[in-house]
């Protein structure tokens, strides 16, 4: 008899937040204050840009959908908004490769 019935279950979901952590990044130099994703098992999920040019950040975060972090990452690296040194696409490459160092 299982004196905690529920404790099987509450690992499963720990294992669960684990697998699908979202992260939170915080640009600088661009329009959008926030950055949020996830990357579980190495691919890129649910690309949330918070301000910045809402039809662009939206179509970068649906392009990323799926892709694996490396190729995101070598593809947006490096991209600049007109004068500025960095842009939304350059962030998000950035905040992928400080999230794959932490995992």
Not at 37 to 62: A, K, L, S
């Amino acid at each position: 008899m299982r004196i905690y019935p529920y404790l099987d279950y509450y690992c499963y979901l720990c294992c669960q937040i684990h697998l699908k952590m979202k992260h939170t990044y915080y640009p600088q130099g661009t329009c959008s204050q926030v950055i949020e994703f996830e990357i579980n098992d190495g691919v890129v999920h649910n690309v949330q840009f918070y301000g910045g040019c809402d039809g662009n950040t939206q179509g970068v975060g649906r392009l990323v959908e799926g892709m694996k972090a490396e190729e995101v990452v070598q593809r947006l690296e490096g991209i600049r908004c007109g004068f500025k040194a960095t842009s939304c696409p350059d962030q998000l490459a950035k905040a992928i490769r400080q999230a794959m160092g932490e995992e």
